[in-house]
């Protein structure tokens, strides 16, 4: 796939608030989208100490489903680290199996390749771009990219892979780095990305990276505003960037934190919270628990609608949700945790899409 201006690569742990976002997006927005799809690890049972599923029920749904959710369209596909080197009940490895899955449902899926992988899974990736002749993802981190071998490094694994410069798509992924003060850092990955060995000639070239916090733990009732460091660092690495240097696309991780960290549900009462996206802050409304009190989220809903920032209900499907929820009409209510943060990353989506319009998007 090639990316064009203005496309957004949001990262995408493959979980039902993240699928049923993009499935409820417009095709006009979906044809500006180019997800990176991660198989998220499995989930921990604290009751009984143990993964909540084998290999092959965790993975096994998943080309199914991506075919309902995202049909034919491009995208990339990573697998969380903790499951690559999986064997499924048939013997194949887990890389394997998901793009022979795919495969028969004529997807458009790129595989993702890392400095880290080990050779098993190397081999894997190299088997499915043999197969599917559509290439390969590199996603790097900054560590990675900082170090003085690193373009050497991608020459190998790319040997390894059998695959060209021309036919990869390299990602920078930054993780959630401390963004400010924007210049310095600007400074640094300019300085960084000026040292690879053929920027040009990529498929595609991106970096993405959240400033979305692990926890809101900070943010306390009604709520607050914490600001979209990612996005105002973009705008000052685009300012940074030398006129003859590649610019990138802009990916990000909607309003999820990438860091996974398996957590005992039944020992904490998650609030009830919208997150929405503005220019350059994420806005949270906040109450207590959830489940000690649903109801509130109609109190947030209308607090949201009357506040001067919310768009609309035409914006996105979650805005839509959210005007009909402060109203308390039929078929929209309090729902669940899933769902809002379903409708979060939809209008977080849209919003992206807007900014990237407005911005002129990359050449």
């Not at 990955?189 to 400033?211: C, E, K, Q, W």
């Not at 998650?270 to 959830?290: D, H, L, R, S």
Request: aromatic share 10%; hydrophobic share 40%.
């Amino acid at each position: 796939m090639k990316l064009t201006a203005n496309m957004y690569v949001p990262v995408l742990k493959w979980r039902q608030a993240e699928y049923q976002a993009l499935f409820r997006l417009s095709d006009a927005a979906k044809d500006r989208v180019a997800p990176l799809v991660v198989i998220p690890p499995i989930e921990f049972d604290f009751e009984t100490w143990a993964p909540k599923k084998t290999v092959q029920n965790h993975v096994e749904p998943f080309a199914k489903r991506y075919d309902t959710k995202w049909k034919s369209r491009p995208a990339w596909v990573d697998i969380d680290p903790t499951i690559q080197s999986s064997i499924m009940d048939g013997g194949l490895d887990v890389t394997t199996h998901v793009f022979d899955e795919l495969r028969t449902h004529k997807a458009n899926a790129v595989p993702v390749a890392s400095l880290d992988h080990s050779v098993q899974v190397a081999t894997a990736i190299a088997g499915v771009i043999a197969k599917d002749h559509k290439g390969v993802a590199l996603r790097v981190r900054m560590e990675h990219l900082m170090r003085p071998d690193f373009s050497a490094r991608v020459a190998t694994l790319l040997s390894f892979l059998k695959v060209n410069i021309s036919q990869t798509d390299l990602i920078i992924d930054l993780g959630s780095p401390a963004y400010e003060p924007y210049p310095a850092f600007a400074g640094a990955l300019t300085a960084a990305l000026a040292s690879i060995s053929g920027l040009h000639d990529y498929r595609n070239f991106v970096v993405t990276g959240t400033a979305y916090p692990e926890s809101l733990k900070d943010i306390t009732p009604p709520g607050g505003d914490l600001e979209r460091h990612d996005w105002k660092f973009y705008q000052a690495l685009l300012s940074a960037l030398p006129p003859t240097m590649r610019t990138p696309n802009f990916g990000d991780y909607t309003i999820v934190n990438p860091t996974f960290v398996a957590i005992d549900m039944r020992m904490i009462k998650p609030a009830g919270k919208i997150i929405y996206t503005n220019k350059n802050q994420w806005t949270v409304k906040k109450g207590g628990a959830f489940r000690n009190n649903e109801a509130q989220m109609h109190t947030h809903c209308d607090s949201l609608v009357k506040s001067g920032n919310f768009r609309g209900g035409t914006f996105s499907d979650g805005d839509k949700y959210i005007e009909q929820c402060a109203v308390k009409a039929v078929g929209y209510g309090p729902s669940n945790q899933t769902r809002w943060k379903e409708i979060a990353i939809s209008h977080h989506t849209m919003h992206v899409l807007e900014d990237l319009a407005k911005l002129g998007g990359p050449p």
